[in-house]
């Protein structure tokens, strides 16, 4: 199976879990949480402590304009007044895309993430969010490589 295969199938296997402000698995995530477990999932390195959706925008590539995201791209959102992203999604395919979705700095218990519906969810199309932007999800390009 394909490391991007097994980001999908790890981040896919993770709807409907609650998402919580830090979270970084396994009862719970938030969307960068999502993102780096799903990473350690298919064999890459353990980002969940250094990494946030800014860190991991700057540290993968933007997809060109008309380039077509891969299955396990990343989406990035919301830059703030200094640029830096607050929000990662995941491609799953040409219509749809995954986050944990409502972990904001509010929702810290699971009772808050149920009462707010703030949860792991899939999302009709890649750009759910004002500001979308897609990047080649390289983590997993460096483990394909590896595994060939």
């Not at 960068?32 to 993968?60: Q, W």
Request: hydrophobic content about 40%.
């Amino acid at each position: 199976m394909s490391a991007r295969a097994k980001f999908l199938d790890y981040v896919l296997s993770q709807v409907e879990k609650p998402a919580l402000w830090g979270a970084k698995g396994d009862d719970a995530f938030d969307c960068s949480g999502l993102v780096t477990c799903g990473i350690l999932a298919a064999g890459g390195p353990d980002l969940r402590k250094t990494h946030n959706a800014n860190r991991l925008g700057k540290e993968t590539r933007q997809l060109e304009r008309g380039e077509l995201p891969l299955p396990g791209d990343l989406i990035l959102f919301d830059a703030d007044e200094n640029g830096a992203d607050e929000h990662v999604g995941i491609v799953v395919d040409a219509q749809t895309a995954i986050d944990a979705s409502g972990a904001t700095h509010a929702v810290t218990s699971i009772e808050e993430a149920v009462r707010r519906m703030a949860r792991v969810r899939m999302h009709k199309g890649h750009a759910y969010r004002k500001g979308a932007r897609l990047h080649r999800n390289t983590y997993l390009d460096s483990l394909e490589f590896v595994t060939r």
